[in-house]
């Protein structure tokens, strides 16, 4: 069956550093990969996302990228800040728009 | 405008009852879709529905577990004979449709099964 796997469970950085959060998917008819950010006792609210045409996108801090042939997606954070600090979740769907996620990480930026 | 909303936002009930749980997702989205969350886990589907098609139920953990969606809007997830391992947040979240759209997720209903 479908399944995200999404590592690492857990990541502690310093202010100011990079973060990266990697997923891979098992069903290569995935085509949409959305990133959620979901902060203590809040809903998850979407960050950024890429489609199976793209290899890379950024939006100021965030970056993420896809690797079809290796069935792997990345997210990158730079110049991290305390307020980054959330549960991030990575997410696989297909045309028929079901959507899987990844375990999520648990990302701390320490001041 | 007004976004997803879920009721009740808490829900305490004894092991072996049914429960309702409720959403209502953004005015005309078509695709809506259930969660569950156990605390510190991820987000685990169950079902999703879009438009007038059949729902796809693939991720109901059990025939405990239904789910309806009236006039295209309004959907109910029940849980019959509940069990403790139900207890989780039940998240809902709708789109514009499947494929690259963004979900928007409600609030989450917290159930505790006692």
């Known amino acids: 069956g479908e399944n995200v796997e999404q590592h690492p469970s857990t990541l502690s950085v310093q202010e100011g550093d990079s973060a990266v959060i990697k997923c891979t998917y098992s069903?290569?008819?995935?085509?949409?990969f959305p990133w959620y950010k979901q902060e203590l006792g809040k809903r998850p609210q979407l960050i950024i996302d890429?489609?199976?045409?793209?290899g890379e996108k950024k939006d100021q801090r965030i970056a993420v990228t896809l690797n079809k042939t290796a069935k792997h997606f990345s997210l990158h954070i730079t110049e991290t800040q305390p307020e980054d600090s959330a549960v991030y979740f990575c997410?696989?769907?297909?045309?028929?728009?079901?959507?899987?996620f990844g375990q999520g990480t648990e990302l701390s930026v320490k001041p | 405008g007004a976004g997803v909303s879920q009721s009740p936002s808490n829900k305490v009930t004894e092991k072996g009852k049914d429960v309702e749980l409720r959403c209502d997702p953004i005015?005309?989205?078509?695709?809506l879709y259930w969660y569950r969350q156990s605390l510190g886990q991820g987000l685990e589907f169950l079902i999703y529905?879009?438009?007038?098609?059949?729902?796809?139920k693939s991720g109901l953990p059990s025939d405990r577990f239904s789910a309806e969606r009236t006039g295209g809007s309004v959907s109910t997830l029940t849980i019959q004979r509940t069990q403790q391992e139900d207890s989780a947040v039940y998240l809902c979240?709708?789109?514009?449709?499947?494929?690259?759209?963004?979900?928007?997720f409600g609030p989450g209903t917290r159930l505790t099964v006692t």
């Open positions: 997410a696989a769907q297909n045309q028929g728009g079901k959507l899987i």
């Open positions: 979240a709708s789109s514009s449709s499947t494929g690259f759209y963004e979900q928007y």
């Open positions: 529905f879009q438009g007038n098609s059949a729902p796809d």
């Open positions: 005015s005309g989205h078509t695709a």
């Open positions: 890429i489609r199976s045409n793209v």
């Open positions: 069903d290569s008819a995935s085509n949409y």
